[in-house]
């Protein structure tokens, strides 16, 4: 026998939780709409806005000419038409710490130059973080045919020492480098490396 109370219990209790659940899918859209809408706006962290120095694939300025490196290697022409063959490479030894008192971290690394004759020169370059990004400064000659040790940053001096071993003075530059050196050096206040007479 239909039993209508019973029926329309049922169907009571359908609705009443057809409406419960509309009602949470609401509150719930309106929560994630507001606190998204009212979400309080955050001042950008430089870190997190400007991406990481890549050394590797960079530009940078050797005796006044530019070199654009793509995955740590730059060739080009020793002059027009030659066999021989300018390549500059990455060399790393990386060291970071603020150079220019700015508060920010630079990164300072050696990269490597052969011009196609015997000679392996190298030299220490600084990239400066800046609100827009980073700055790389003029390459340093730090010496011919070395053995690179340590390159190091004095942040409370705004020093970078670049340590490494050369020849004893008179010997061949076919011997090892065997003497431990030193090279101190600075940023000026116009970005540009050089020097500390010591």
């Known amino acids: 026998m239909f039993n209508s109370e019973s029926y329309n219990c049922v169907m009571n209790t359908s609705k009443f939780v057809g409406i419960v659940t509309i009602i949470i899918i609401l509150v719930g859209g309106l929560y994630f709409f507001v606190s998204k809408k009212q979400a309080p706006a955050t001042t950008p962290n430089m870190s997190q806005t400007t991406s990481e120095f890549d050394a590797k694939n960079a530009t940078y300025n050797i005796d006044g000419k530019a070199f654009t490196l793509k995955n740590g290697e730059s060739k080009i022409e020793a002059a027009p038409g030659s066999a021989s063959m300018i390549t500059t490479r990455y060399f790393g030894n990386e060291a970071r710490g603020d150079l220019n008192s700015d508060g920010k971290e630079d990164i300072a690394f050696l990269i490597t130059q052969d ?53 004893k003075p008179g010997e061949s ?26």
């Open 115 to 167: 011009g196609g004759g015997s000679g392996l020169f190298y030299y220490v370059v600084v990239a400066l973080k800046t609100n827009d990004g980073y700055k790389t400064t003029n390459a340093f000659f730090v010496g011919d045919r070395i053995a690179p040790q340590t390159t190091e940053i004095n942040t409370s001096a705004s020093e970078l020492y670049v340590n490494f071993a050369e020849r």
């Open 173 to 198: 530059m076919t011997t090892q480098p065997s003497q431990g050196a030193t090279l101190y050096l600075k940023v000026t206040s116009d970005g540009k490396l050089t020097g500390l007479m010591q």
